[in-house]
């Protein structure tokens, strides 16, 4: 299954071993994200670190793992859906997500409700994919 996931989700996946986490690494799952979450993640690394209760290297080994997994998809390949997923979108700061997901034609995965507040892009959380997915 096709996903975009969100940074939340990634952000979850970083801070424990999780159900989440247990999900991202799914086979079943082929997962998509923004070229930016990425770079917000190096950039709030410190941050991050300090909510996570992580050690540098843990850090490094999960970025380079999740790296692997999740394919980060260029803005330029997705800018042109931007225009029709803002009007789509509950929440104009994850239109970015629905502009890769109209991009890629698949739903996405985030835990944010509001989102659901749309009928044009699937919206699944991550109890709905435990519910679908063999773990």
């Avoid at 690494?25 to 930016?36: A, G, V």
């Avoid at 909510?51 to 394919?71: A, D, V």
Wanted: overall charge negative; some cysteine; hydrophobic content about 40%.
């Amino acid at each position: 299954m096709n996903l975009v996931i969100d940074a939340n989700i990634l952000f979850s996946a970083l801070i424990k071993n999780s159900l989440t986490a247990e999900l991202i690494f799914n086979q079943e799952l082929r997962l998509y994200t923004c070229e930016f979450i990425i770079e917000e993640f190096f950039k709030y690394e410190t941050e991050i670190l300090l909510k996570t209760h992580r050690t540098e290297g843990q850090w490094i080994t999960i970025m380079h793992q999740l790296r692997e997994i999740i394919t980060v998809i260029p803005k330029e390949e997705y800018s042109q859906f931007m225009d029709e997923a803002e009007k789509l979108c509950p929440d104009p700061k994850d239109a970015i997500y629905f502009a890769l997901a109209l991009r890629l034609g698949c739903p996405i995965w985030s835990n944010d409700k509001r989102l659901k507040d749309q009928e044009s892009i699937r919206i699944y959380s991550t109890a709905e994919l435990k519910d679908i997915v063999y773990i």
